[in-house]
């Protein structure tokens, strides 16, 4: 079976501090992959996607940046935070077929002080 | 542009039933979601419809109408576990999750 994995849970960091988040998926090749941000009692807001290896898309311009090293490893990552990258971080894959959905990991709680 | 509303939140009282709406505006359908997320946990997966009609998976039914762009999600016999967010989600033209802002229930005993 497929999983899902995301670290840290939580994570305080200074302003202007840099920012790694790691999320990897098992039981599974050449998945999609997603970074997600959800602002507390907000939606969820779609930061990056890869469809492959090295193939990042963005979909808000910002301080952040993702890549993907391998086929199952997915990286979130900042040079400088600011403060309004607060949030609850969800990474997520689906297969490349129509009828799956989003599976997520569990989520980083990062909190910039 | 891309549009999905459901309401902000709901209020139930729990053993009773209620039906969470939304509706979609989106290019091209290739499915429609529903995921319930705990306060402070990530989204889980309740149900997909891509045919209209109703979808049942125990207390939980999903339906979908494609022509009118409208779907709910209704619930029976609801639990005090079933405090959550319900969020929306259609897949686009693209394969794509278009997601909603998502509707908050609390039950009530």
């Known amino acids: 079976s497929q999983t899902i994995h995301q670290w840290p849970a939580t994570l305080v960091q200074p302003v202007g501090s840099p920012l790694s988040l790691e999320c990897t998926v098992e039981?599974?090749?050449?998945?999609?992959l997603y970074w997600y941000r959800q602002a507390a009692g907000r939606g969820l807001q779609l930061l990056f996607y890869?469809?492959?290896?090295?193939?990042i898309s963005s979909e808000v311009p910002q301080n952040l940046s993702a890549s993907r090293p391998q086929d199952r490893q997915f990286i979130l990552s900042s040079k400088k935070l600011l403060l309004s990258d607060s949030g609850f971080y969800l990474c997520?894959?689906?297969?490349?077929?129509?009828?799956?959905?989003?599976?997520f990991g569990s989520g980083t709680r990062l909190t910039v002080v | 542009g891309q549009n999905i509303d459901q309401p902000t939140e709901m209020t139930a009282t729990e053993g009773a039933i209620v039906q969470i709406n939304c509706t979609y505006q989106?290019?091209?359908?290739?499915?429609l979601f529903w995921y319930q997320q705990h306060a402070g946990e990530a989204p889980t997966f309740l149900s997909y419809?891509?045919l209209d009609g109703l979808e049942e998976k125990g207390r939980f039914s999903s339906f979908l109408s494609r022509s009118k762009g409208y779907s709910y999600l209704l619930l029976k016999e609801l639990q005090m576990k079933d405090s959550a967010s319900y969020l929306c989600?259609?897949?686009?033209?693209?394969?794509?999750?278009?997601w909603g802002a998502g509707t908050k229930l609390i039950i009530k005993p």
């Open positions: 997520a894959w689906t297969m490349k077929t129509e009828t799956y959905g989003y599976t």
């Open positions: 039981g599974t090749s050449n998945p999609n």
């Open positions: 890869s469809v492959g290896i090295g193939q």
């Open positions: 989106t290019s091209g359908f290739n499915g």
């Open positions: 419809n891509v």
């Open positions: 989600a259609v897949k686009d033209s693209n394969y794509q999750l278009i």
